[in-house]
């Protein structure tokens, strides 16, 4: 099992810049991609970007040239920089960790932090 605990949402004028963390704690070795996930009421959860073992990355069509995932894999510590924040980039924002063991797969989510841009 692991635990995730995202930090650094907040509010934001357009335009400006927010920088999200997720921590991850419990069986990180198993951890074998993590990734940022947003949501808005009433709407589907929609993976923005993510990010494997190996450092490789990949991002929705809606974070691309504006948001930035990297990891510190000393800090177990998983960031979303978002640069160029729009309104409707208004939404809660959930780590996710997708863990390997045994050959048995398994999800993990943070609780999400929320993200206002006026």
């Known amino acids: 099992h692991v635990q995730l605990v995202e930090s650094g949402g907040g509010s934001v004028q357009a335009g400006g810049s927010l920088r999200l963390s997720c921590a991850a704690s419990?069986?990180?070795?198993?951890?074998?991609?993590m990734a940022w996930f947003r949501q808005a009421p009433g709407k589907e959860r929609e993976g923005i970007a993510a990010i494997n073992s190996g450092g490789s990355t990949r991002y929705a069509d809606s974070a691309k040239g504006r948001f930035t995932i990297s990891q510190d894999n000393a800090k177990n510590t998983v960031y979303l920089q978002m640069n160029s924040l729009k309104p409707e980039d208004t939404v809660m924002y959930y780590c996710r960790a997708l863990r390997q063991c045994n050959g048995d797969a398994s999800i993990d989510w943070g609780q999400g932090t929320q993200v206002t841009v006026s």
């Open positions: 419990g069986s990180t070795d198993s951890i074998v991609y």
